[in-house]
């Protein structure tokens, strides 16, 4: 089974800086696609950036990169000239390239707070 | 817009009392997913159908049961509400491709309270 392991519960950023959430995996599986969802107070998560494995080139989504590690099995999300909007629950997933297991191995969680 | 709706928002219910939360979607995706978020936890996937197809969690407790009687709906079902299942629960659709672009939708979620 896969575990998805978010070891910073809470993180806080000035606005306008840069900041990057640390996510780390474990899987026996040479293929599969990691997310960063964000999920605001009293709002449904949203994805916010997505990577599949075989892809080297770490993925960008405009002020939102990723810095993915296969051999080290990290995954962590910078984002850059934060914004009070960026304040959330932010979650990183994994999921299975295998059909007929498409769900979603979330990490707890880490929140972020932007302060103005 | 097309988007993932759960009624109630907020729901409360007597320990031991069944109750029934609702998932609907204009998306018209193929697979509906329920998943269970505890305080402070991450979201826990219950089960989820692929079209008619339903698909069971492993240590998904049989106090769980799920119907869909049609694309659009999807509706958990709680038989017997004990104070251990008071979380949100998160509703998902999505449209089953076996690709990365398959994205999961959310809906807002429905925070059962067990009194």
């Known amino acids: 089974a896969q575990t998805v392991t978010q070891s910073q519960p809470e993180m806080s950023v000035q606005e306008a800086e840069t900041v990057t959430l640390s996510c780390t995996y474990d899987?026996?599986?040479?293929?599969?696609?990691l997310f960063w969802y964000k999920q605001p107070p009293s709002r449904q998560m949203i994805l916010v950036i997505r990577?599949?494995?075989?892809?080297?080139q770490n993925a960008t989504e405009n002020r939102f990169s990723v810095n993915f590690q296969k051999a080290a099995k990290s995954f962590s999300l910078k984002i850059s000239d934060s914004q009070l909007g960026d304040a959330a629950m932010y979650f990183c997933a994994y999921r299975s390239v295998d059909f007929g297991n498409e769900k979603l191995t979330f990490g707890t969680g880490t929140r972020l707070t932007i302060i103005p | 817009d097309a988007m993932v709706i759960q009624n109630p928002r907020y729901q409360v219910t007597q320990f031991g009392k069944p109750v029934t939360l609702s998932c609907s979607q204009t998306?018209?995706?193929?697979?509906m997913y329920w998943y269970q978020q505890k305080s402070s936890q991450a979201p826990k996937l219950l089960f989820h159908?692929?079209?008619?197809?339903?698909?069971n969690e492993a240590d998904t407790p049989d106090n769980f049961q799920s119907r869909r009687p049609n694309t659009s709906f999807c509706f958990l079902d709680i038989r017997s509400p004990g104070l251990g299942d008071a979380a949100m629960y998160l509703c998902?659709?999505?449209?089953?491709?076996?690709?990365?672009?398959?994205?999961?939708?959310f809906g807002p979620g429905t925070r059962l309270t067990v009194l």
């Open positions: 159908y692929y079209d008619k197809d339903f698909n």
């Open positions: 899987t026996s599986e040479s293929d599969y696609y």
């Open positions: 998306l018209n995706h193929n697979v």
């Open positions: 998902a659709t999505s449209r089953g491709r076996r690709d990365y672009t398959d994205t999961q939708y």
């Open positions: 990577q599949e494995a075989y892809k080297q």
